[in-house]
């Protein structure tokens, strides 16, 4: 038990939540606690499994009175340093969706799943814009700023953000608007962390039954003329579309399909939101470029738009380091093969750079914190799930990879792509330098004693 609280502490804790309320060494807390990355395993002092927004409030309360970090986790996808201290309180029961037909905004509960909100909006011919994966949590990923398959066209996810309800450091229960607390509005859309517990967040749907997408495989001969193409591609594409290459290392298991299984490929993914004719025309250049061995491309509902990526939807150990890039060119496709190609020795499973531009580097129905608008290209490597390679292996790899592109590597990049900070500077690279300062006041001014952990 930490210092300072006593069992009599606990039981009034445990009395006032509806949810579950777990010790270090209770047994339970380790599933409570547990992360989409398994690599990563938390033991704070207290863990609150939060079931309404009253749970929320007497678990900060607590925390405040006892001088306890507080740390807040849905998924823990976004889990990159053990939690060894303080209070951790789980969303993970506080799910749920409702849409207001007539304004087509949703209400989404703390813990839920994109999935959840992109099949509640397809009944009504809406669509959240929403990441690549529909299995992280909707709130922590917007707070970031959130960038998906159709950014280039809407946007960021936090743009079409109208509303948080959120428990500050204080125990209270405030909305922040347009209107209403606006600076913390502000920092919300993108400030990431720092500002209290986002219970609720009311989300702008937009118009959107289907898109013409899908993904594009090149087999390890091909992708070096299919990278190549895809590269003077998208400096000729309109805003309705998005799109990203990843090149893949299949392992030779039975999970993966057997077109797939032990391959190294360039997989394309593309959305196109319009007609799909035009969808088709414009992606022709990319499927005359090199012979594919899949073509998954075609109509797809607005409720599949998981599939485009086709990102994992199991726990499991995962290492991952990402950054933004400028303006890249054929000499950035030649160091990048030279050091991440056929012939390279790295242990990345995948490593994938996404196309952005468009509407998301142009602030969308107000302003926010969103980090990163100016690059056009997002970078990630994402390693193979073998702990024993976290520590030294992957880290030296990827810098051996970096070391080829640094010319093309911004100095701005976005806090979802960060992966672990380290650093200060690592931190503030992830907003512009006056956003950065905007959002430290803003953290000061509603949590002045640093109760919400966060930051290096």
């Not at 289907?210 to 003329?225: K, P, Q, S």
């Not at 056009?376 to 070391?403: C, H, N, R, W």
């Not at 701005?412 to 959002?439: C, K, M, Y």
Request: aromatic share 8%; charged share 20%.
């Amino acid at each position: 038990m930490a210092p300072g609280i006593s069992s009599e502490d606990v039981a009034g804790l445990r009395d006032a939540v509806t949810g579950a309320v777990f010790l270090r060494d209770d047994e339970g807390l380790a599933d409570e606690a547990a992360c989409f990355n398994t690599a990563i395993v938390h033991d704070p002092d207290v863990v609150v499994g939060a079931r309404t927004t009253a749970d929320v409030v007497e678990a900060v309360r607590f925390a405040g009175i006892h001088s306890l970090p507080v740390f807040v986790q849905a998924t823990g996808h976004g889990a990159f340093a053990p939690i060894t201290v303080g209070l951790l309180i789980t969303t993970g029961r506080m799910t749920g969706v409702s849409i207001d037909r007539k304004t087509s905004v949703a209400s989404i509960g703390a813990g839920t799943r994109w999935g959840e909100v992109v099949e509640a909006a397809s009944r009504y011919g809406l669509a959240p814009i929403t990441g690549s994966s529909t299995n992280v949590g909707a709130i922590g990923y917007t707070l970031g700023g959130g960038l998906g398959p159709l950014s280039r066209t809407y946007g960021f996810t936090a743009d079409w953000v109208r509303g948080f309800t959120l428990v500050t450091a204080d125990g209270r229960v405030v909305r922040a608007t347009a209107e209403e607390n606006e600076d913390l509005f502000w920092a919300l859309r993108g400030g990431k962390g720092g500002l209290g517990v986002v219970v609720e967040m009311e989300l702008e749907l937009v118009p959107l039954t289907h898109v013409y997408g899908g993904g594009l495989f090149f087999d390890t001969a091909h992708i070096e003329r299919a990278m190549r193409a895809w590269v003077d591609w998208v400096h000729t594409v309109p805003d309705t579309v998005t799109s990203s290459v990843a090149l893949v290392r299949f392992p030779p298991i039975e999970e993966v399909p057997e077109a797939l299984r032990g391959k190294f490929v360039l997989h394309l993914r593309y959305a196109f939101v319009g007609d799909d004719e035009e969808g088709e025309r414009l992606l022709g250049p990319l499927r005359a470029a090199a012979p594919t061995f899949l073509d998954l491309v075609g109509e797809m509902p607005t409720s599949d738009i998981g599939s485009i990526h086709n990102d994992a939807d199991q726990p499991g150990p995962a290492w991952d380091r990402g950054m933004q890039l400028e303006d890249i060119d054929q000499d950035f496709v030649t160091e990048f093969l030279a050091r991440a190609g056929a012939r390279a020795d790295v242990p990345f499973i995948a490593i994938e750079i996404r196309h952005i531009g468009g509407a998301a580097s142009e602030e969308q129905h107000g302003g926010t914190a969103v980090g990163g608008r100016q690059a056009p290209f997002t970078l990630v490597m994402i390693g193979v799930p073998v702990p024993e390679l976290f520590e030294t292996a992957m880290p030296q790899k990827s810098d051996y990879i970096v070391a080829g592109i640094l010319p093309w590597i911004a100095t701005e990049t976005n806090i979802n792509f960060l992966g672990h900070v380290a650093s200060t500077q690592q931190f503030a690279s992830a907003w512009p330098s006056d956003a950065f300062d905007r959002l430290a006041e803003t953290r000061t001014a509603w949590d002045p004693d640093k109760l919400f952990a966060y930051g290096p």
